[in-house]
């Protein structure tokens, strides 16, 4: 259901207060009883419900055949900047205050800097004895000037190498360890994907001991979905799924999502299913970066005694209730979020359904650690205990929220005077992807009946069925 209204802020905090009091924390740690070490792939705008795991052949055999995939897994807000900063501090967006992309939405602002980034998975991790790091997109301000540019070492990590503002392929900036490395458009020194890969298996060879926290971050399947050369041509037929809400209007749902165009004009169409053939042609380069990761791990002796977790950060959309590409929506197909995990304890082939949340990834790290997650601000819960059978699954939660805080312009976009003020995201076409008011807060339900209710921060009174593609 969707509903509009003002009383949404006081909903969703007594939505939040419901479902947190019930969460379950403690520590239980690996089951080995050592710290065993954990890898974090994090890729950038995956989808999973138009299939954006398709491309993925060798990461689907190397940790969801021999591990556990995780069919309901979702982000709880669908856009880059607030659900990474849910992934690295545990919290619901209400709690750590990133609301966009932006500096003043606190994206790695000064402020989150001071208040957020001390309590982040990696610097519990690190007082644990962990040898800590991270190469490639972290934050989307990251190395903005005013938030202490390259020279600004996020709390907990040792080996530092962060991408200076958002996803690219080539021509950027990285601070390594501080110090700035600007890169250019050689594909064997500068293609992101492949560096990231290549910088990771430098650090394990010359780990100093274990236990190590990698997290590796690569730029795909983002914009500008630029393919290393020898994927160029890879999908050459491949298209956008019809099927589901594509090309759908959505006529009974949030006015954004209404003021989309039906059916889509040919240009659209075409646009979108480019872009979609080039997002899984960049993926494929993170399953090399999978397979050459795993494959370093077991020539050092180290796989058996690693976790390897596989997500992204937030779905994708080309084309569902004829809204071209991008994020944000409340739907499932910007909510859900591919989720595979191996490593001790787990047994190979295992489908979970129980909804795991981007902001379960920290509390899972910091149990492997034996962290007590309950002495820490994070809102999420473990999940170990699900993966090495230490739990009854009827204890997991049957529901939690979804929120986002929507952006739009202050004036009129000049391409399109007639939708007046407050848009953002807008296509040649006019049909815009967000809008101050496309700020919502969600409880979405899997038990006993599927389903997600949302209020909109407007004044519209409108209910509808949230369909999904």
């Not at 080995?32 to 792939?41: D, H, K, R, T, Y």
């Not at 967006?93 to 001390?118: I, M, T, Y």
């Not at 993926?283 to 390897?308: A, F, G, I, P």
């Not at 071209?324 to 191996?342: A, G, M, N, S, T």
């Amino acid at each position: 259901m969707e509903r509009s209204g003002r009383s949404w802020t006081r909903w969703a905090l007594c939505a939040a207060w419901l479902l947190l009091a019930g969460l379950g924390r403690g520590a239980s740690g690996g089951p080995s009883g050592a710290l065993e070490n954990i890898v974090l792939i994090l890729t950038d705008d995956q989808d999973v419900e138009i299939g954006g795991m398709t491309p993925m052949k060798k990461t689907m055999s190397l940790i969801g055949q021999l591990g556990a995939s995780f069919v309901n897994a979702f982000a709880v807000t669908p856009l880059c900047c607030p659900s990474r900063s849910s992934l690295l501090t545990g919290c619901y967006p209400h709690n750590h205050q990133v609301r966009n992309n932006s500096l003043e939405g606190n994206c790695s602002s000064p402020d989150w800097q001071k208040f957020q980034e001390p309590f982040t998975f990696p610097v519990y991790l690190q007082k644990q004895g962990y040898q800590t790091f991270y190469a490639g997109k972290y934050l989307n301000q990251y190395g903005d000037a005013k938030a202490g540019g390259v020279q600004h070492i996020p709390l907990g990590w040792m080996y530092w190498l962060g991408l200076v503002g958002n996803s690219k392929y080539y021509n950027y900036t990285l601070s390594v360890n501080g110090r700035e490395e600007k890169h250019g458009e050689i594909y064997e020194e500068d293609y992101l994907t492949d560096l990231i890969t290549n910088r990771s298996l430098t650090f394990l060879r010359k780990l100093s001991h274990s236990p190590f926290l990698m997290v590796l971050a690569p730029p795909a399947a983002h914009s500008p979905w630029t393919a290393a050369p020898h994927y160029k041509s890879a999908y050459s037929d491949v298209k956008a799924p019809r099927d589901g809400s594509f090309n759908v209007h959505g006529k009974d749902k949030h006015w954004l999502i209404r003021q989309a165009k039906s059916p889509m004009s040919n240009s659209s169409i075409e646009f979108l299913d480019n872009v979609y053939r080039e997002r899984w042609q960049t993926l494929l380069s993170v399953d090399d970066m999978v397979e050459k990761v795993l494959n370093q791990l077991k020539s050092l002796d180290l796989l058996d005694s690693t976790y390897v977790f596989y997500t992204s950060d937030h779905g994708y959309h080309t084309g569902q209730f004829s809204l071209p590409i991008d994020k944000r929506q409340l739907y499932e197909f910007d909510i859900r979020v591919p989720l595979l995990v191996r490593g001790p304890g787990i047994k190979p082939n295992q489908t979970y359904l129980e909804p795991v949340l981007n902001i379960d990834l920290g509390p899972t790290f910091l149990d492997i650690a034996g962290v007590d997650v309950s002495q820490t601000p994070m809102d999420g819960q473990s999940f170990l205990p699900l993966l090495v059978n230490k739990t009854h699954k009827s204890s997991w939660r049957s529901d939690f929220l979804v929120q986002y805080t929507g952006e739009g312009s202050a004036g009129k976009d000049p391409h399109c005077p007639a939708l007046g003020p407050g848009v953002s995201q807008c296509f040649p076409d006019c049909v815009c992807e967000d809008a101050f008011n496309n700020t919502y807060a969600c409880v979405r339900t899997l038990h006993p009946i599927s389903m997600q209710y949302c209020e909109f921060a407007d004044a519209q009174n409108i209910f509808g069925k949230n369909r999904t593609p």
